[in-house]
């Protein structure tokens, strides 16, 4: 398993394919209308130095999954977004892995938090995010779904 991070066009364009699948997969009409926005403006919100995309690729370098870092303005935390496996590469520790990384990421970049937000659906991303020591937490951004949980964690 290679972690790294999404460098030129081709790794924007695979972590852009990325994100449709994971909208797709979740089917939550407050999210499929800023997901059109966020994808025509990829790479950013997740640009060095203070975001960060990173693709999961095997041995082989096919890519298996991704999660980003974007800043949170006026704030030392970080919001990590996109964590997404493809279905056939899950239950394998993926997630945990990319997590481990994002985490680190977010570390060296030097934030003193990370925050992150998802459906209630989501349960198997929820045990993890709870594995990891996020807590939940009160609504820090603007995302229109009534329904979202939203957690923290130091660094």
Excluded: W
């Excluded at 972590?15 to 059109?36: G, N, P, V, W």
Aim: with cysteine; net charge positive; aromatic share 8%.
């Amino acid at each position: 398993m290679i972690i790294a991070p999404a460098r030129g066009a081709e790794d924007i364009e695979i972590f852009r394919a990325l994100c449709r699948e994971y909208f797709d997969s979740i089917r939550s009409i407050a999210l499929l209308h800023l997901a059109d926005q966020e994808l025509e403006g990829l790479p950013a919100p997740y640009v060095p130095p203070k975001g960060e995309i990173l693709l999961a690729r095997d041995k082989s370098g096919v890519v298996q999954g991704c999660v980003a870092l974007r800043p949170l303005p006026e704030t030392e935390a970080v919001e990590i977004k996109r964590l997404y496996v493809k279905p056939d590469h899950r239950r394998k520790g993926l997630g945990r892995v990319l997590m481990d990384e994002a985490l680190k990421a977010a570390k060296a970049m030097g934030y003193a938090e990370a925050k992150l937000d998802f459906i209630p659906s989501m349960k198997e991303g929820h045990a993890l995010y709870l594995k990891l020591g996020f807590e939940e937490i009160e609504r820090y951004n603007q995302n229109p779904n009534p329904k979202l949980i939203f957690m923290s964690r130091k660094l």
